[in-house]
């Protein structure tokens, strides 16, 4: 009943594929990163035409399961290097599933100049040329398309960046509101740019309810799944009040809030940029600060946030975007830094890569210290417009800070590293490092055992144990992107034994199979495998599981720490 | 006898040392880059506090050999990430030599912000603070100095680009004649800079006649060595009329010259551009055909070379210089490219990274094919003045290339490839690939056996015997790296078999050894593996060894032919 569909931008062909048997009990990441990895040579261009970018929905997706909205888009990535899998909300993934399609590959690359569209249907692919949405940004596509084809149709699209090609870019995907949700890290819009695609609309005529092995023990396994997200303190209260930017005061207390270009652990406005203060704002303003980013959500981390005139800012406004910009850049104006949000949404670059490197231009002296209002330029007049001084900054974080010489440039395997510091906070130091995905805090969310006490508790400041969390956080997580699920789901499952129980039980349910928590385990395993054995391929070898250097150099405040883990325990984490 | 000056500049202190009995058979590249090896951490920031810059005179310099005035400068590099190694030309390295200095290792980083002069003297070194020169080009700093210190003084020095730590920057060393020279690959500019020294001037007083253990066996083999120099038609004749432009109509028959950034293997305007043009228009103006880059030169494959009306334009006018620009680039002007190539010089940048970058930036659309006076005007206004364009140029090749998005970047390990297409002339193909410097033609001159028909023919289409060249070669020029003689010596040694037999007796009379060709044969190889282990520790493992895959998609006029040498082929490179 699966299908593959496959879309070749060299012939401009699209076909529909039965899927390899090896395949069938793959989804979301396991499958991009099965695919990447079977498909494209690793030391290939990454937008060349030999990369390959591939959707594919989770194992739950399209069901009724709670929080399963969420679907995997994989690439060679054009700014790690290495392989890439990103997660995002949104309507498309639950249509495509629902279509019967199990995923898309785009592959090839068009040998004139000229862009195109892609009209995803039941039966097949139409490639359309496409003039109309070029150099436009998100929001406008989205509205175009919703004009042209109608208010159900899914929708993936780049912005001006990722038409650059540029490595900052990402690929947004159209939510339940018409808003936008992203594909976010490693620059996974200027491989969709590389194949001239400005846009993947899937057309919903002909969804359908996905056979279910055993209905009656899905409705169970969903509804005891459920109760777990419900009643876990982070799920089911923290995030759906105050979204993730929750964990602004939590981790400024922590000392582990990266603040002026990682040179504190402490940042002096907290308050200002709080998740405290954004929920204030957003009720005094009309707002909604509980706010789902796709069908069956049950956190509702995602909010609407309103300007002071009652007039909509943005949405899904992300701690690490809010830290990014407010701690490491110290921007001190919420209302500026949902602008700033809004506009890298519809120019379409990654909300994290993007502000970290602001932090590094700043420290270069490109634009004053917490200057908003000049970010907002760069972004609109520069970035969007691929000026020359736009095409430096869209190079990212690393690129700036090799073109200014600096060498205090936040990065892993050429990605910034996200709003939690590895000297202060040691067990995301050992994901960052050693995550296939290049600094990436969703890989391995050891902040849950360090700081939040959640599956128990393992000291910040100590390197005792902390190869053990990640290599089990990350085998764990693997698995999780795999099915679909949100990765918040995670705190529920570290804690509360019927939570996992409860999602092994969905997918026997979902597929007939008789799995066990054994199996999840051996199959988030098989994912990090696949990806790090592509990432040794393509050139990314233990010597690029290390954090820089400034990290071991410079202590940091307040706890005066440096990054001391000796290389050697570090590069324990792949025996598994 | 022999001594090491140290100098940490986070304390602004100078040291001298005793050298270390294992390094006393040590000089040139050899002892660069075991001084590397031995002291820089290989996954360290190039351009932080555990880089250290160090110059090394070779085995033979300040002896009166023939073709013996060349030393070398090693550091971590910032362009390719792995170790670097340079020689050049100029008067320093024979005053070091001859003041008993073995070594000069540069270390540490000032903690202030201040930049500083250093004065080496037969006893020690001086650091002194310097504003006067700051932001002031190679020539004005020569200028300056000479003024300041007297004629005679030995000057390392630093342009605006090294100033700001631009991955192109190189160091220049005063010539003679008062023009400069340069350790031009890699980004060995921004190391210096990094450390904030602008110069280092060379006190000649002092300097002695070097002990010479046999000096009767000496001049005999150096007389020998000198004979075999002049006789073979390459050395002797070819490179001292038309210096090494003399190589545009040879690699253009062979369709080999990579011709507008890589797209083609043959110029159409290659007459224009050529050393008999060149030649023609030396004589015509009254410059100055044969010239040597440093005391006792044979060879004099330098010129000075004028504009219409008489004045001096630039020295030292390579065949990569004129390639890059005039071919890759497009422009057909001499006189606008030994413009831009004095232009170069003073700003201190690469001549082979800048115009392969920029000829990459002309595809990207930024500037026209072929526009040489934009070129010169973004060399001055942006690249000398670090703007935010400056700073993208200023990062290279790569850095161009990828800010754009473009697929035909032209660069290994990071690094320009130079003026030979590796589809057309496979042998020069696996030296970039393979060499431990990114690609670099002077580390294993494959045109010599491919093209040139000196120590053998080896048929430059196939891949047949390549590997083996390469590797020969590579091994016999690290090891000639570490004399102090020109490269260029290897055009009798690979056909007049007095040559290496002279060359093994100048140093067995040098230092009172009994050495064979043998051990110069495993002191290359030392040095290849001592450099390869490096490399491998900072992560430039096997697939780092490789081609950038444009060449393996893109076939080349006019022989139409693609890089397809199997990448295991190539991996067997390292089985010596």
Known sequence: ?????????????????TVPEAWAGLGGRALTSTIVAAEVPPTCHPLGPNNKLVFAPGLLSGTAASNAGRFSCGAKSPLTGGIKECSAGGSAGRIIARLGIKAIILEGQPKGEGWYGLIVRKDGVEIVPETETLGKGNFAVVEDLTARLGEDFGVITL???????????????????????????????????????????????????????DPAAFKVANKAFTKTLNDHPVSGQGLKKYGTAVLVNIINEAGGLPTKNFTSGQCDHHDQISGEQMYDNIVARGGEPTHGCSVGCQIQCSQVYNDKDGKFLTSGFEYETIWALGADGLIKDLDIIAEIDNVMDDIGVDSIEVPVMFAVAMEAGLLPWGDGKRMLEMLREDIAKGTSLGRLLGGGTAAVGRAFGLTRIPVVKNQAIPAYDPRA???????????????????????????????????????????????????????????GLCLFIAFPALDIPECLASVVGMLNARYGLSLTGDDVVALGKQVLKTEHAFNLAAGLGDESDRLPEFFELEPIAPHQVKWDMDPKELATFWSF
Do not use: C, W
């Open 1 to 17: 009943m699966h299908k593959i569909f496959r879309i070749d931008m060299t012939d401009l062909k699209a076909t529909v594929e």
């Open 425 to 483: 906070i040691k067990g995301i130091g050992v994901t960052y490092a050693t995550t296939t995905m290049g600094a990436d805090h969703t890989a391995g969310y050891a902040i849950a055992t360090n700081i939040l006490n959640v599956g128990g508790k393992v000291d910040p400041l100590s390197n005792d144990g902390q190869v053990d969390l990640s290599r089990n956080l990350q085998i764990a997580t693997a698995a999780v992107d795999s099915t």
């Open 159 to 213: 912005g001006p960046a990722g038409e650059h090609l540029m490595a900052v870019s990402d690929i947004s995907v159209k939510d339940p509101d018409g808003k936008l949700r992203s594909f976010g890290r490693g620059g996974l819009g200027a491989v969709m740019g590389s194949k001239r695609v400005k846009f993947i609309a899937i057309d919903p005529e002909g969804v359908a309810n996905l056979a279910i092995a």
